[in-house]
Structures are given as C-alpha cells and as structure tokens.
C-alpha cells in the first residue's frame, strides 16, 4: 500500500485556552514543518472560568519550554496542593483532595489499607495527616518539591496553579506566534464540504476570505461549529447525573489570605468555587437551573464574596456531556467543542492537554486512516466517562437531605462503573484504578472517605502485621511530615518572592 501525502495545512478554529494551547503544541512539536493557521474573532468570547488546574499542565508547560516563574509571573498564578470540599458529605464537614501520595507504602500492601486497619479502631481518623499537601495547605504553606530531599516528604509536593485563563491564552498566541502560527481575525460565514467523501474543504469567513486546510481542528467552544455543525456528530448529555447547568462567575478584591488549593462550597442547588489569584480572586456558582431560579442563584454568589465585587457577574450556560465522537473526517474536536464537564475536579485544561497529545500520537495523513480515528475516539471515550464517575461520586456519596437537589443527587442511579467502584470499597476498602484513568487511587480515597462512604473492612493481609507496629508506622509518618511543613514558607511569602525576582531584575 502506498503511503498518503501528508497533512499540509493544520486550521484551527478558535483562540481561547484550548485554542492556543493546541496551537502552541503544535508549532513546537511539528517546528515549522507544517502550516498553522488559527481563526478567532475578538467579537466572540470565551468561557474563561478555567481558573484552576492540575499538576498535568507543568508537564505541559515543560515540553514548551516555559520557565516556571515566567509562567507564575506572566498568567497572575498562584499555586495550587489540592481542593478544599465544604459541607459535601454533610452541612458544616470539610475535606480536603490532595494531590500527590499519601503517606508510604510498607511491603506489599498501599499504605492506606493500614490506615483503614487503624481508623476501624479509632486510632488515626485524620487521612490529611499523612499527606504533605494536605498538611501544607492547611497551613497556608508552600514550597516546591526539593528532589534533593531524597526520601523526605519535601521532596514529594506535588504542584499546579490557580491562573488567570486570559493571561494564559494570550500568553500562549506570543508564543505561538513566534513559532509560525498565524491568526486570522475573522468569523466563520460558511463551512464548506467537499462532495467525495464530506470532510471539509474550508471556512469561508464574513469579509470573503476563504481558509482551506487539510486537518481542522474545532475549538470553537460550546458553538461546536465544525464537530456538531458540519459534521453533525450527536451529543450525548449526561445532566441526569451532572445536574448543573449554569453558573455566575464575577472576580472580587483579593482577601488577606492566599490558600494554595481551591475552595469549592456545597450549596443548596450546586456549589461555589474560590481561587485566590495574585491580585484578585475568582469566584463562581455553579447550580442546576431546574432547582434554582438565575436570580437567586447570582444573589447567592454575591452574598458570598469575600472582597467587594469587580465587575457584573457573567451568566454561563452549559450541558454536561460529550460528542459522540470527538473526531470525524478530517475535523477534531478540542476543549468544549467535544465536550463539557463541570470543573469541581479542576480538568478542563487537562482534557484540552491529553486530547492535543492523543493527536501527536494518532497524527493523520491525508487518508485519515478510520482504525486511528476509532482508537483516538476509543481513549477519549474512556477518559472522559472515567472523570465524570468521579465528578458524580462527589455529588452521589453525600448524607444532605436539605433541598430537593441534594434529595436527586443523593437518590439517583449512576452508571455501572461508578458503583462497582463504590461497592468494592464498601465491601473491603479496596480501589481498583483501571487502565490510565485520569484519578488515582489516593485521590479516589479522599473523595470516598471525605463524603462519609465509610470502608466495611480492609486487605486481609494489614492484619498480620502487629496493632503497635502499625500504630508507630503511621504516627512516624505523621510526625515527619508536620515537621516538613513547619519549614516551607507561606504560599504567600512564596509568590511574592517570584513576583520580585522579576521587579528587580
């Protein structure tokens, strides 16, 4: 079989986060080998609620070559150890999801299924405690991981960011641009097909030019223009489990504290997030508009800003759920055109950044070979039903009975996968993580536990071990970990270190 002629012209559709971070990845991993071209328009905006990521996007950030501190300084970030659940499980409870491990493991068996041995007993009912992120965030503390530490818990902080998405996005396009990527301002008037086979040829725009590509790339947001539009790909909506459907979002003057992890509130009919930026923080509710009117949900968030407000909230609106496929023909789909899922776990950049690596891998000819589009459309599925069991747990596992939203979360069937996870851990304490899946098993342990989804029982072989020998493992752990974040600076010392390194350079 002789080979297809290569991709010649990359086009994509939409600025935005996803849209300059897919260009950016491109431009650096295809170095100028094949032409970029990106269409926006300034008239169009941006969701831009993605404030809060995980620690995936350094790994990101890294392959682009962008220094740490540059990136803090040029985006207003701070830094983020994990999230802070309030009044989820119950009304006036408080858990935290911290990133990284937890504790160590001893032997055979992952170190929590010791902890589940003690906590049955009474001994060690505090999970954070062996967590230094947890232990650090609690503390307003903060460093990066010093390797250097070798064994020592300093040397496992594992990091993200609260950033300011516009600054990124526009951060992104210099860097872009600098690299080939060219931009053209415009609005699409008409996608046009080709007759043989319906991939598309082109995007005419408003004022007449035309675009022509060979692979189209859709960032085009909830609009979907390429993906639903001209390719008609049916979405699937997931709202019956992920109720919520709009939020208000509006910045506020920045509080006296500066927490590194996010916050996210339970409230009557959704949550509410805070995340404390360099110079301002960022705020939102999200709810489900069929158990709270809009105007009750805006004086909600607004009743609970802890700064004077910034600007007029901005009513989002938005379905939870995916593209059937996120790539058909020569068009796929990136960031909200594929899909969308709420951001309580903070992976909207994430699934922006796997999808554009899911593209290098898969990266087509001219053929468009269906095998290749069928594996890409394969992981996405996967991936994308694997968080949203995660984002329901959250919602699911809960003892609320106050409104009738948290009386539908809490009653509701959820998909299979979801429950044979929660049944496994019911029966012995067990986590199973399949495949790649996004959340690990620590991070399904927080949530779990955090929402009062007690373990019936734990790994038979914990038990060998004698009751005092496990009691004095856990508590060394502790101990060294609370003497590790006695030593960090605060997170706000932390940043405005960075921020001055700058200022006097």
Do not use: C
């Given at each position: 079989m002789s080979a297809q002629p290569g991709v010649r012209q990359i086009v994509i559709l939409g600025g935005g986060t996803a849209g300059w971070m897919t260009a950016a990845a491109l431009a650096r991993a295809l170095e100028g080998r094949i032409a970029i071209r990106l269409v926006e328009s300034e008239a169009i905006g941006t969701i831009g609620v993605g404030e809060s990521t995980i620690p995936m996007i350094r790994k990101f950030n890294?392959?682009?070559?962008?220094?740490?501190?540059?990136?803090?300084?040029?985006?207003?970030?701070?830094?983020?150890?994990?999230?802070?659940?309030?009044?989820?499980?119950?009304?006036?409870?408080?858990?935290?999801?911290?990133f990284g491990r937890f504790g160590q493991d001893l032997e055979t068996l992952p170190f929590y299924q010791y902890w589940l041995r003690m906590r049955q007993s009474g001994k060690h009912p505090d999970l954070g405690a062996f967590s230094i992120n947890q232990v650090a965030a609690r503390a307003q503390r903060f460093m990066r991981a010093d390797v250097s530490r070798g064994n020592s818990p300093l040397a496992e902080i594992t990091h993200s960011f609260h950033i300011d998405a516009g600054q990124y996005a526009r951060y992104l396009r210099s860097y872009s641009e600098r690299l080939g990527v060219l931009r053209t301002e415009g609005q699409v008037a008409e996608t046009l097909l080709q007759p043989e086979n319906g991939h598309v040829a082109a995007l005419r725009l408003a004022c007449g030019t035309l675009v022509q590509g060979d692979l189209f790339i859709d960032c085009s947001g909830m609009r979907a223009l390429l993906i639903g539009d001209a390719m008609a790909v049916p979405f699937e909506a997931w709202d019956h489990w992920l109720p919520c459907d709009r939020a208000w979002a509006v910045p506020c003057a920045r509080a006296a504290d500066l927490p590194p992890y996010t916050i996210a509130t339970a409230r009557p009919a959704g949550?509410?997030?805070?995340?404390?930026?360099?110079?301002?923080?960022?705020?939102?509710?999200?709810?489900?508009?069929?158990?709270?009117?809009?105007?009750?949900?805006?004086?909600?968030?607004?009743?609970?800003?802890?700064?004077?407000?910034?600007?007029?909230?901005?009513?989002?609106?938005?379905?939870?759920?995916?593209?059937?496929?996120?790539?058909?023909?020569?068009?796929?789909?990136?960031?909200?055109?594929?899909?969308?899922?709420?951001?309580?776990?903070?992976?909207?950049?994430?699934?922006?950044?796997?999808?554009?690596?899911?593209?290098?891998?898969?990266?087509?000819?001219?053929?468009f070979a269906q095998h290749d589009i069928d594996a890409f459309n394969q992981q996405?599925?996967?991936?994308?039903?694997?968080?949203?069991?995660?984002?329901i747990l959250h919602y699911h596992a809960t003892t609320r009975?106050?409104?009738?939203?948290?009386?539908?979360?809490?009653?509701?069937?959820?998909?299979?996968?979801?429950?044979?996870?929660?049944?496994?851990?019911?029966?012995?304490?067990?986590?199973?993580?399949?495949?790649?899946?996004?959340?690990?098993?620590?991070?399904?342990?927080?949530?779990?536990?955090?929402?009062?989804?007690?373990?019936?029982?734990?790994?038979?072989?914990?038990?060998?071990?004698?009751?005092?020998?496990?009691?004095?493992?856990?508590?060394?752990?502790?101990s060294v970990i609370g003497q590790c974040a006695d030593v960090m600076p605060t997170h706000a010392q932390f940043v405005e270190a960075i921020v001055q390194r700058k200022t006097r350079a």
């Open positions: 890294a392959a682009l070559g962008i220094d740490e501190d540059e990136f803090v300084r040029a985006t207003g970030a701070t830094f983020k150890l994990g999230i802070e659940f309030r009044d989820w499980g119950r009304i006036g409870e408080r858990y935290m999801h911290g949550w509410q997030w805070r995340i404390g930026l360099q110079q301002r923080t960022g705020n939102g509710h999200v709810y489900a508009s069929r158990f709270m009117d809009d105007a009750q949900a805006r004086a909600l968030l607004l009743d609970h800003l802890d700064g004077a407000a910034l600007a007029e909230p901005r009513q989002l609106r938005f379905l939870a759920g995916r593209r059937a496929r996120t790539w058909d023909k020569n068009v796929l789909a990136i960031g909200l055109s594929g899909g969308f899922l709420e951001p309580l776990e903070s992976t909207s950049i994430h699934m922006i950044q796997t999808a554009i690596a899911r593209l290098i891998d898969f990266f087509p000819d001219r053929g996405s599925r996967f991936e994308a039903e694997r968080i949203r069991d995660f984002l009975n106050d409104t009738p939203f948290w009386d539908y979360v809490r009653n509701m069937s959820v998909p299979d996968t979801l429950q044979a996870k929660i049944d496994l851990y019911r029966s012995r304490g067990r986590i199973l993580r399949n495949a790649n899946e996004l959340f690990a098993e620590v991070a399904w342990l927080q949530v779990l536990e955090g929402q009062g989804l007690v373990a019936g029982g734990y790994h038979p072989l914990a038990a060998l071990r004698d009751e005092g020998e496990v009691a004095g493992y856990l508590d060394e752990i502790a």
